[in-house]
Structure formats: structure tokens, C-alpha cells
């Protein structure tokens, strides 16, 4: 499934989204999480910048 979803990334208009990974740590346990989503090129540094 993800050799899909690469593949249509990297054709066509695919190519203006960005997969973006994030570490967000927990407000309760202290510990780390990981926040993935696939963000349009020109919204990556506010999705960086959002809490």
C-alpha cells in the first residue's frame, strides 16, 4: 500500500506535497509522540509552527 502512495506522490501533482513528521510531546506523561501528515509544500512551515 505505501509503494502507492509513493508512487502517486512523485507523478503528476503530487509532487507539491510534502510528508511532514512532527514530535509532540504529552502535556500529562512527559513522554514523545510522533504527528505524520501529508502537507502542500506552501503550508509545511505553519504545520511546523502549530502546537
Not at 514530535?23 to 504527528?35: L, P, Q
Amino acid at each position: 500500500m505505501a509503494k502507492k502512495v509513493v508512487a502517486t506522490l512523485k507523478s503528476g501533482k503530487g509532487n507539491n506535497f510534502t510528508k511532514v513528521i512532527k514530535m509532540v510531546k504529552s502535556a500529562k506523561t512527559g513522554s514523545y509522540s510522533f504527528k505524520e501528515e501529508i502537507v502542500h509544500n506552501d503550508h509545511i512551515k505553519e504545520f511546523l509552527a502549530s502546537k
